[in-house]
């Protein structure tokens, strides 16, 4: 079973910044498209960014455009989510998720990531 770590949330003031990180333990994220999602109490969950297996490929959301950026370190077996310039409204526990199959390009579609992490929580004070 693959297993995701998240990590690198926590409390922050409007307007800063925080890096998440996304690992494996025990699996591979270096060949498979990888995505960010987010849900804030009370509200389902959101998608916030995807990246392609190479990351030349990176979507997401209007929400988040210029504010966050994901990339990945294939040396590094790890993804990242750096979010600049973060509201109050961006508060929320962030999980990062694996694409269940090789060969797809950049999604939002829940439903084609298989395995998920236990989340960070973000929290944005105003």
């Known amino acids: 079973q693959v297993q995701l770590v998240e990590s690198g949330g926590g409390l922050v003031q409007a307007g800063g910044s925080l890096k998440l990180s996304c690992a494996t333990s025990?699996?591979?994220?270096?060949?498979?498209?990888v995505g960010w999602f987010r849900q804030a109490p009370g509200k389902k969950r959101e998608f916030v960014a995807s990246i392609n297996w190479s990351g030349d490929r990176t979507y997401g959301p209007d929400s988040v455009k210029g504010r966050f950026t994901i990339s990945r370190d294939n040396a590094k077996n790890t993804v990242y989510l750096q979010m600049n310039s973060l509201k109050p409204d961006d508060t929320a526990v962030y999980y990062c998720?694996?694409?269940?199959?090789?060969?797809?390009?950049?999604?939002?579609?829940?439903?084609?990531?298989?395995?998920w992490g236990q989340g960070t929580q973000v929290t944005v004070s105003s």
């Open positions: 025990g699996s591979t994220l270096r060949s498979y498209t």
């Open positions: 998720a694996r694409a269940g199959s090789l060969g797809l390009g950049v999604s939002s579609a829940e439903y084609l990531y298989n395995d």
